[in-house]
């Protein structure tokens, strides 16, 4: 039997994509899912399909810029199912082509709430009810590549996803000595519709026809990003890819093998820029001095 059997997972933006190739995969090793979800018809079809596959499911329309909706997702999963062990923070927009200064306010704060903020109280509301039982469990953040480095045209997305790479390091280290384990999955592209995040754009954002993908629409890159997304890795690996990840512990779970350089090259930036810091005399006084604030 596996870890994960009998235990309880929630998924933000469980109704398709990335959060329902988790749910499924989290599902086929014995998990009861939890699905939260803005898109209520998406959502029902992919109820429909756990079930028709023998998992145990409860979907909860939901928004993950809403506080008090994910009170009301624990209240009802913890009445459906006793208990909550994982929390997979996925629900995420895109926003994409636009530079600095075209790109609007509104599209960073939709962006900014729903990847970043969203992530934020999903994880003061679960966490909690992780920690009560004391069996331990699992924190998974759906950031992306964007995380491991700073896309052209994309500084709001780039943004949110770089911050989901630093929390997750932050709560891996404070979760820990509560046996809670977490995980940060950065995939490149996956055939999704997230090109198509606007659909389910908020009325306080805009709605849904106001927004960059919209702005951009027509233009090469946007037909560019939709030719990267529609040959991108087939979903259905990823969820997988994420249990393989889990059960071996670890803290970054890659999807895109490929995409090594890209890490390599900013690490090497950034070690160059340390070594030309330890040349300057202007800080030849701190050079010794202890590290204070991180852990090994
Ligand atoms: N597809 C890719 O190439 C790719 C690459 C890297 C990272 N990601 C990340 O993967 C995650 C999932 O994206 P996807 O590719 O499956 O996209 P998708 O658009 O197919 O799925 C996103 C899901 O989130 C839901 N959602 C959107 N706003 C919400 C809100 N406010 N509250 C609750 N649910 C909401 C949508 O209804 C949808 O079901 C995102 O965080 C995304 O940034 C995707």
């Given at each position: 039997m596996s870890n994960f059997a009998g235990k309880t997972v929630v998924v933000s933006?469980?109704?398709?994509g990335i959060g329902l190739s988790i749910a499924q995969a989290m599902g086929r090793q014995g998990m009861s899912v939890v699905l939260g979800d803005i898109d209520a018809a998406q959502l029902e079809l992919a109820r429909q399909q756990l079930e028709a596959q023998g998992i145990d499911v409860l979907a909860c329309v939901m928004d993950v810029t809403r506080v008090e909706q994910w009170a009301e997702v624990a209240e009802q999963a913890v009445a459906r199912f006793g208990k909550v062990h994982m929390l997979v923070n996925n629900a995420g927009v895109g926003a994409i082509g636009e530079s600095i200064e075209r790109s609007n306010i509104e599209d960073w704060r939709w962006v900014v709430d729903v990847n970043l903020m969203g992530i934020v109280y999903g994880t003061q509301t679960m966490i909690p009810l992780i920690k009560q039982h004391g069996e331990g469990g699992w924190l998974v953040n759906v950031a992306s590549m964007a995380g491991m480095g700073g896309v052209p045209f994309a500084g709001a997305y780039t943004a949110t996803k770089v911050a989901v790479v630093g929390m997750s390091e932050s709560w891996h280290a404070e979760l820990q000595p509560h046996n809670i384990q977490v995980s940060v999955l950065c995939p490149a592209f996956v055939k999704t519709r997230i090109n198509l995040s606007s659909r389910n754009r908020q009325a306080e954002y805009g709605g849904e026809n106001d927004d960059a993908a919209d702005s951009a629409k027509g233009s090469a890159m946007a037909a560019h990003m939709q030719k990267v997304i529609d040959n991108g890795l087939a979903v259905e690996i990823v969820g997988e890819r994420v249990v393989e990840a889990l059960v071996a512990n670890e803290l970054y779970i890659f999807t895109h093998p490929n995409y090594r350089s890209v890490v390599q090259k900013r690490f090497q930036a950034i070690d160059a820029a340390f070594e030309r810091a330890a040349a300057s005399p202007l800080l030849a006084g701190v050079l010794n001095e202890d590290v204070v604030g991180f852990t090994d």
């Open positions: 933006g469980g109704a398709e």
